[in-house]
């Protein structure tokens, strides 16, 4: 047992973080003409960390290290810590140009307390959660859009394109080398971002007949950049940067077909661009081993994501009076076998060479079964 006195593993705890998090908000929709329909809304929220915890202060917020250690402060239970607070505004309007043809914008702002921290260096990606606290600030951003919708007679089909771009401030990424996992001083293994965002999306959807289903194409880019003093120590030299969930390129199909009342079969395709990654480059010993030289911050990607479900549909029986009605539904998950890649990491004890290894998850066909009683 780790806990045993016999044992070689020493435990480690970190401390819980508590925090309280509510908002105020109100809203309002106005019909100005006919055509023409608004709606404005404003939300105050707040966010409040409080002890127990035991803490550092910094002399730089940008360089946080051993080295710029101030002050070592301890908070009991209940004793706040800091507080954060702000306005986030809501606007959106419709303008129909006929019945089947509309017009929607929108612009809302936000705030968000609770930070997720991605490293996808590791055999497996590693997310981190983490309040915002003394060292942390919260993340703050703003989105506008813009879309187009329209119908076709008796509602056989439905299209949409909406455009979007999206400013982030303060948003948290990872020094190169930071060790996220059981960090117990992550504000130091962390940099404060800015970003943007920006994309398109078009939708057809076909919700009636025998063959139903919709369709997607989305185009999209995030960048991030570090916005911290620490000139070429700053992560990617303080250069933009793809963020490590940018996939600019999002297809997807689900189609059902109905040949009967009693079945039918459904089909979906899921494609996507892989997500960035940083890879090294090159190698070279240092003390007792070798070291990794890493590539600019997420400038290569793992492969593309590809898959496609097929599944059959049977309901054995649509009597009204009957208490109960089954589905039966055979399908298979994955049908190409595409060993998608789960994560893509390196071996450093591989002598003179770099040898990557790339893990994939449901990597073959999966067939199932299931059946579903509804009363």
């Not at 106005?30 to 404005?40: A, E, P, S």
Request: hydrophobic share 35%; glycine share 6%.
């Amino acid at each position: 047992m780790p806990e045993g006195s016999e044992s070689l593993v020493t435990p480690r705890e970190l401390q819980n973080e508590k925090a309280f998090e509510g908002a105020l908000f109100i809203s309002d929709k106005w019909d100005l003409t006919d055509k023409l329909t608004l709606d404005l809304g404003l939300r105050y929220s707040f966010f409040s960390a409080f002890g127990p915890k035991d803490y550092y202060t910094y002399s730089s917020e940008s360089d946080r290290s051993e080295s710029t250690v101030i002050d070592y402060i301890h908070k009991d239970k209940w004793k706040p810590i800091k507080f954060y607070g702000g306005p986030e505004y809501r606007l959106s309007m419709r303008y129909s140009i006929t019945d089947l043809f509309s017009v929607k914008a929108g612009f809302n702002s936000m705030r968000q307390y609770i930070h997720m921290l991605s490293n996808t260096t590791a055999i497996s990606p590693t997310d981190i959660w983490k309040l915002s606290d003394a060292n942390i600030v919260p993340q703050k951003g703003w989105q506008a859009a813009f879309g187009l919708y329209t119908t076709t007679k008796r509602a056989k089909a439905e299209l949409s394109l909406e455009a979007y771009y999206k400013s982030m401030d303060d948003y948290l990424d990872y020094k190169s080398g930071a060790v996220l996992t059981m960090n117990p001083t992550i504000e130091r293994d962390v940099v404060r971002t800015e970003g943007k965002a920006y994309g398109v999306e078009f939708m057809i959807k076909k919700p009636l007949g025998k063959l139903n289903g919709w369709m997607s194409y989305t185009y999209s880019k995030t960048m991030l950049r570090d916005k911290s003093d620490r000139g070429d120590n700053a992560v990617n030299r303080g250069e933009w940067y793809a963020a490590a969930y940018d996939k600019p390129h999002d297809f997807k199909v689900v189609g059902n077909y109905r040949f009967t009342h009693r079945f039918s079969v459904s089909m979906n395709v899921d494609y996507s661009t892989g997500r960035p990654i940083t890879v090294p480059i090159s190698k070279y010993f240092y003390g007792n081993g070798y070291r990794f030289f890493y590539s600019d911050r997420n400038s290569y990607r793992i492969p593309d994501y590809f898959r496609l479900d097929l599944s059959v549909n049977i309901e054995p029986s649509h009597y009204l009076k009957w208490l109960t009605h089954s589905t039966i539904t055979f399908g298979v998950y994955n049908v190409t076998g595409r060993k998608n890649a789960y994560s893509i990491f390196f071996d450093a004890n591989s002598g003179s060479s770099i040898k990557g290894y790339m893990l994939s998850i449901f990597g073959s066909p999966i067939p199932y079964i299931n059946y579903n009683i509804k009363f």
